[in-house]
T-cell receptor
């Protein structure tokens, strides 16, 4: 499948455990923060987003936390499953949403051990 | 099935030989975008289009062209490819610039020798 061959930060968890993937973002004035998941051989897939005026947002088995004080974003995955194995990217939008631009982070590889 | 398709999926070419990577979406999305993905650099936006006949540069537009003559199609054109354009390319679409749930295609692996 398609992969970029990155030497990414890697998080290894046991199936059933909770996972926390962290991201530091660059622009304190960014409007939205988004998490994408990229499985091997596929394009990124939207997981969840959070607006800058929120601290927390929950989805199905996922929670995103935003700490604007330290410009930190995290994605928590509950009861991690083998299908969660992928590279996870955080992304931010520039202030004013210039052309729908997304600025992506480098990614974290999540490996789930059965 | 709602999807973004890209063709070809893999391409090896030589420096200077013009090529086009096609992108098509069947979701009636207004917004489409091209990214390239490189080791250590993540995904970077090349060009985007907010609607038919409306295109604009992203962060790394040099060496690329795009067109948006129909809503569903957004081809990426490399007039004179160079080795530094060897990369993994993704097309994406969404309802509009305020919609961050972008749908990505499967990627095109381009190698320029």
């Amino acid at each position: 499948g398609e992969s970029v061959g990155l030497h990414l930060p890697t998080l290894s968890v046991q199936e059933g455990d909770n996972s926390i993937i962290n991201c530091a973002y660059s622009n304190s004035a960014s409007d939205y923060f988004i998490w994408y998941k990229q499985e091997s051989g596929k394009g990124p897939q939207f997981i969840i987003d959070i607006r800058s005026n929120m601290d927390k947002r929950q989805g199905q088995r996922v929670t995103v936390l935003l700490n604007k004080t330290v410009k930190h974003l995290s994605l928590q995955i509950a009861a991690t499953q083998p299908g969660d194995s992928a590279v996870y990217f955080c992304a931010e939008t520039p202030p004013g949403n210039q052309g729908g631009k997304l600025i992506f982070g480098q990614g974290t590889e999540l490996s789930v051990k059965p | 099935e709602a999807q973004v398709t890209q063709n070809p999926r893999y391409l090896i070419t030589v420096t200077g030989k013009k090529l086009t990577v096609t992108c098509s979406q069947n979701m009636n999305h207004e917004y489409m975008s091209w990214y390239r993905q490189d080791p250590g650099l993540g995904l970077r936006q090349i060009y985007y289009s907010m609607n038919v006949e409306v295109t604009d540069k992203g962060d790394v537009p040099e060496g690329y062209k795009v067109s948006r003559k129909e809503k569903r199609n957004f081809p990426l054109i490399l007039e004179s490819p160079s080795p530094n354009q060897t990369s993994l390319y993704f097309c994406a679409s969404s309802w509009g610039t305020g919609d961050y749930e972008q749908y990505f295609g499967p990627g095109t692996r381009l190698t320029v020798t």
